[in-house]
T-cell receptor
Framework: GQNIDQPTEMTATEGAIVQINCTYQ??????LFWYQQHAGEAPTFLSY????GLEEKGRFSSFLSRSKGYSYLLLKELQMKDSASYLC??????????FGAGTTVTVRA | AAGVIQSPRHLIKEKRETATLKCYPI?????VYWYQQGPGQDPQFLIS???????DKGSIPDRFSAQQFSDYHSELNMSSLELGDSALYFC????????????????FGAGSRLTVL
């Protein structure tokens, strides 16, 4: 099975920066995804990393280190609407996508 | 742009009844996935289909079955429902020739909420 770990909860202030870490141990690796999910809604795609390094996309950036089995999602200039659960998902050597338990981010005014 | 369509959005059933969920993937997407998400849980992979053939199987109970039809829509059939089957069921699709087709990004539908009483 897959082992994907991320913090359960994080709280930050509007306008601040928050970094959500994700560590994984999988049988093979074919990419890491970050999804945002508001309560009761579908996960929506945020970012994809398959090579080491930083992918920047507006206020959101994602970093990957394959040798360390580590990724982070960086959320800048936090807005109230960013309050959601952020899911780290890893595609293994068999191309199966498994999700972490998600990190609930609460943005306070 | 067309998205993944799921129906029904909400479903209430009694224990031991049967339920069928439907999913219409994004046009030209060749792979359909079913996930189950319990309250406060991460999505758990159930089953997937590639070009109408079952491509992978996850933690899907034997009471559940699924298939993909010639028009690419998929149905998840659940029998002998148990209280623990109450969850959000997401369908997702991937493939096609869009910007992220190489990454095989999954696009999720809005989900079907099943409540078993």
């Amino acid at each position: 099975g897959q082992n994907i770990d991320q913090p359960t909860e994080m709280t930050a202030t509007e306008g601040a920066i928050v970094q959500i870490n994700c560590t994984y141990q999988t049988s093979g690796f074919n990419g890491l995804f970050w999804y945002q999910q508001h309560a009761g809604e579908a996960p929506t795609f945020l970012s994809y990393n398959v090579l080491d390094g930083l992918e920047e996309k507006g206020r959101f950036s994602s970093f990957l280190s394959r040798s360390k089995g580590y990724s982070y999602l960086l959320l800048k200039e936090l807005q109230m609407k960013d309050s959601a659960s952020y899911l780290c998902a890893v595609r293994d050597g068999d191309y199966k996508l498994s999700f972490g338990a998600g990190t609930t981010v609460t943005v306070r005014a | 742009a067309a998205g993944v369509i799921q129906s029904p959005r909400h479903l209430i059933k009694e224990k031991r009844e049967t339920a069928t969920l439907k999913c219409y993937p994004i046009p030209r997407h060749d792979t359909v996935y079913w996930y189950q998400q319990g309250p406060g849980q991460d999505p758990q992979f159930l089953i997937s289909f590639y070009e109408k053939m079952q491509s992978d199987k996850g933690s899907i109970p034997d009471r559940f079955s699924a298939q993909q039809f010639s028009d690419y829509h998929s149905e998840l059939n659940m029998s002998s429902l148990e209280l623990g089957d109450s969850a959000l069921y997401f369908c997702a699709s991937s493939g096609g020739t869009g910007t992220f087709s190489g990454a095989n990004v999954l696009t999720f539908g809005a989900g079907s909420r099943l409540t078993v009483l």
